[in-house]
Nanobody
Framework: VQLVESGGGLVQPGGSLRLSCAASGFTFSNYVMMWYRQAPGKERELVASIVSTGGITDYAASVKGRFTISRDNVKNTVYLQMNSLKPEDTAVYYC????????WGQGTQVTVSA
């Protein structure tokens, strides 16, 4: 199993970024996929999740209305569109496959700063 995140970077407050997580080594369309983030000195937190078909999504209260999770089961990729970014969104963002065992990507840094 391999999960590779990309798309992070430095963005000004109010800006947007789209993260991607390319999956391989398992049947992607069978699994819930999730995005987490971890800010310095804080615990890793669940940001968004999407069921295997893409029909149901869920978000942390802090990002609801600003972030959108989606997936492409042909490209084996899950996305996180992040709009109206705030400095408090600064963190390393990780994708994770649902179920057990837990598999994580290496993370991608998102920094929101003027």
């Amino acid at each position: 199993v391999q999960l590779v995140e990309s798309g992070g970077g430095l963005v000004q407050p109010g800006g947007s970024l789209r993260l991607s997580c390319a999956a391989s080594g398992f049947t992607f369309s069978n699994y819930v996929m999730m995005w987490y983030r971890q800010a310095p000195g804080k615990e890793r937190e669940l940001v968004a999740s999407i069921v295997s078909t893409g029909g149901i999504t869920d978000y942390a209260a802090s990002v609801k209305g600003r972030f959108t999770i989606s997936r492409d089961n042909v490209k084996n990729t899950v996305y996180l569109q992040m709009n109206s970014l705030k400095p408090e969104d600064t963190a390393v963002y990780y994708c994770r496959r649902g179920g057990t065992p837990r598999y994580w990507g290496q993370g991608t840094q998102v920094t929101v700063s003027a």
